[in-house]
């Protein structure tokens, strides 16, 4: 998040698309409910589904799913035809507009209309609510990133939000929320395939050097692969082991007969993680991991806060904190790491990530800071690119419309769309043991329009077989007009009936995430 969750209290307009935030984040959608009521802060929601925060809207935009570029291009259209964008701001700040607006003028309300199902009188409406505010923020999840373009999505975001002259001031801003409590933070510190802790790039020889030095070994400047590229790469006979540690990919992971085929041929696989996963059945060795409570160290938050976690319990059984474990492995394997405590490693980190520079434990003792921190002194940044952009101008790009990468057909009429609910998170490891939560969510359900179910004679509650290209899963019935018309959604939590064996392995180019979000099955009472 270029801002922080307090700045939705402070912002004239939020524009949500693509998160049902009530059940997904629901301490952020805490704060953008107080903001509507308590300061008077207008709200557009942009979903296909009729999500909780719709009743707090000024206005709801229906978009077909898959159609986020062109609804995006059509606001800009407005905004630039009746010159409601911020002239100066993008003289000074920005590089690029002419060729950009050349590209959205194309997308004329009636067209977007046609495309997206918007009406364009709504489309008006929503683009000058935004445009006109002082301070207006976006809000978006991976409803917007999880498609084979989402990085297109992504880019006509920050594009909105520079034409309004959004980013860089307190209550504005671009702010994805992240899906788990330290996403943020496992990317920082380079759980990514191309860069280093701190997003400094592997193929840059001074990095290289740097972390050599740091660490006492010899290091690769080859970028790695991504999650989802390993999966080719181990059928390719390229990859022959995988080590995994607290992720359950034979829920969460797209086209899961192509995953499961791809663990049945790996020499050796590890899993490290809290419980005994899908995945970790699979394993040739399972490493029994701490818990959140019990081990002390730091989670960085979705609005970039690193904060402090303290141990609780003592680990139960023969489980140890993840750092202890790689520690151990890493020794056997002839380089040792020399930490005694997390505190070591936190320290480590200040001096090898100059965003993180300034955080200690000290600091971080009973209030979190937010990156950039960069020395002792620094107060942390509430938000990003006050005076200008890292690159030094905003660059605006050109973003053309591109079809999802598969769409409904006579032999399979139906969208699908996956996501969570309120009462599981991600693949259940931890949710689905709690007793409460599953009585009161204990099976898949989806979700169906009435008139869907009319034609094909599904009642609430029946069992229906839904099918994709990939595979099928039986699922209960939901008759209801939340999901559009001819579409179904289904939480993707349940790993005795994974909605992902149904999901479509299309990737983004750039970001290589997977299309969750746009595929098409058919409907089939049982």
């Given at each position: 998040m270029?801002?922080?969750?307090?700045?939705?209290r402070k912002a004239?307009?939020?524009?949500?698309t693509g998160?049902?935030?009530?059940?997904?984040y629901p301490?952020?959608?805490?704060?953008?409910?107080?903001a509507?009521i308590?300061?008077?802060?207008k709200?557009?929601v942009?979903?296909?589904r009729?999500?909780?925060?719709v009743?707090?809207?000024e206005?709801w935009?229906r978009?077909?799913?898959?159609?986020d570029?062109?609804?995006?291009?059509?606001?800009m259209?407005?905004?630039i035809e009746?010159?409601l964008y911020?002239?100066?701001?993008?003289?000074?700040?920005?590089e690029?507009f002419?060729a950009?607006?050349?590209?959205?003028?194309?997308?004329?309300?009636?067209?977007v209309?046609?495309l997206?199902?918007i009406?364009?009188?709504d489309?008006?409406?929503?683009?000058?609510?935004?445009?006109?505010?002082?301070?207006g923020?976006?809000?978006y999840?991976?409803?917007i990133?999880?498609?084979a373009?989402?990085t297109?999505?992504?880019?006509?975001?920050a594009n909105?939000?520079?034409l309004?002259?959004?980013v860089?001031?307190?209550?504005?801003?671009?702010?994805p929320?992240r899906?788990?409590?330290?996403?943020?933070?496992?990317?920082?510190?380079?759980a990514l395939?191309?860069?280093?802790p701190g997003y400094q790039?592997?193929?840059?020889?001074k990095?290289v050097k740097?972390?050599?030095?740091?660490?006492?070994?010899?290091?690769?400047?080859?970028?790695g692969?991504?999650?989802?590229?390993?999966?080719?790469?181990?059928l390719?006979?390229?990859?022959?082991g995988?080590?995994?540690?607290?992720e359950?990919p034979v829920?969460?992971?797209?086209?899961?007969?192509?995953?499961?085929?791809?663990?049945?041929?790996?020499?050796f696989?590890?899993?490290?993680?809290?419980?005994?996963t899908?995945?970790?059945?699979?394993?040739h060795v399972?490493l029994?991991?701490?818990?959140y409570?019990?081990k002390?160290?730091t989670f960085?938050?979705t609005?970039?806060?690193?904060q402090r976690?303290?141990k609780?319990?003592?680990?139960i059984g023969?489980s140890r904190?993840d750092?202890k474990?790689i520690?151990?492995?890493s020794e056997?394997?002839?380089s040792?790491m020399?930490?005694?405590?997390?505190?070591?490693i936190?320290e480590?980190?200040a001096g090898?990530?100059?965003?993180?520079?300034?955080i200690?434990?000290e600091?971080?003792e009973?209030h979190?800071?937010?990156?950039?921190?960069t020395?002792?002194?620094?107060p942390?940044t509430p938000y990003?690119?006050?005076?200008?952009?890292?690159r030094?101008?905003?660059l605006?790009?050109s973003?053309e419309?591109?079809?999802?990468?598969?769409?409904p057909?006579?032999?399979?009429?139906?969208?699908l769309s996956?996501?969570?609910?309120?009462?599981?998170?991600n693949?259940?490891?931890?949710t689905?043991?709690?007793?409460g939560?599953h009585?009161?969510s204990?099976?898949v359900?989806a979700?169906?329009h009435?008139?869907?179910a009319?034609?094909?004679?599904?009642e609430?509650?029946?069992i229906?077989?839904i099918?994709s290209?990939?595979?099928?899963?039986?699922?209960?019935?939901?008759?209801?007009?939340r999901s559009?018309?001819?579409?179904?959604f289904?939480p993707?939590?349940?790993g005795?009936m994974?909605?992902?064996?149904l999901?479509?392995?299309?990737?983004?180019?750039?970001a290589?995430?997977?299309?969750?979000?746009?595929c098409?099955v058919r409907?089939e009472?049982?």
């Open positions: 270029t801002n922080s969750i307090a700045d939705f004239d307009v939020i524009l949500l998160s049902n935030s009530t059940e997904n301490v952020i959608a805490l704060n953008m409910k107080k509507i308590e300061n008077k802060t709200l557009i942009v979903d296909p009729e999500i909780e925060l009743k707090y809207a206005i935009l978009p077909k799913p898959g159609t570029v062109v609804w995006l291009n059509g606001m259209y407005i905004i009746e010159d911020d002239v100066s701001y993008v003289a000074e700040r920005t690029n002419m950009m607006k050349e590209t959205v003028m194309k997308y004329n309300p009636e067209f209309e046609r997206t199902g009406p364009s009188e489309l008006k409406k929503a683009a000058r609510i935004y445009a006109q505010a002082q301070k923020s976006i809000a999840a991976m409803g990133t999880q498609h373009f989402g297109n999505n992504v880019k006509s975001i909105l939000a520079m309004c002259g959004n860089g001031i307190e209550g504005g801003g671009v702010n929320l899906g788990q409590n330290n996403v943020q933070g496992a990317c920082d510190m380079g395939p191309s860069v280093f790039s592997v193929s840059e020889q990095n740097k972390f050599e030095e740091a660490w006492g070994i010899k290091l690769s400047s080859k970028p692969l991504a999650v989802t590229d390993m999966w080719s790469a181990v390719k006979e390229k990859l022959k995988i080590y995994i540690i607290g359950n829920v969460s992971d797209p086209n899961l007969k192509h995953v499961k085929d791809v663990f049945k041929k790996l020499d696989l590890v899993v490290q993680d809290i419980f005994m899908e995945t970790a059945r699979l394993a399972v029994p991991a701490a818990s409570a019990e002390d160290g960085t938050n609005e970039r806060r690193v976690v303290r609780g319990i003592k680990p023969d904190p750092w474990i520690c151990s492995l056997k394997m002839g040792p020399n930490y005694n405590h997390p505190e070591d936190m480590e980190i090898l990530v100059p965003n993180y520079g300034g200690h434990y600091r971080i009973n979190g800071l937010q990156w950039p921190c020395s002792w002194e620094h942390g990003l690119h006050k005076d200008k952009f890292t030094g101008k905003g605006f790009q973003v419309f591109i079809l999802p990468n598969e769409l057909n006579k032999e399979y009429p139906f969208l996956t996501g969570r609910e309120l009462y599981h998170y693949s259940g490891t931890m689905r043991k709690v007793k939560l009585t009161i204990p099976e359900i979700e169906i009435p008139l869907d009319e034609k094909k004679g599904i609430n509650k029946n229906v077989k099918t290209r990939r595979g099928e899963i039986k699922a209960r019935v939901s008759i209801t007009k559009p018309e001819g579409t179904v289904i993707f939590h349940f005795e994974a909605v992902n064996l999901t479509n392995d299309a990737l983004d180019p750039v290589r995430i997977p299309e969750f979000k746009v098409a409907i009472q049982i």
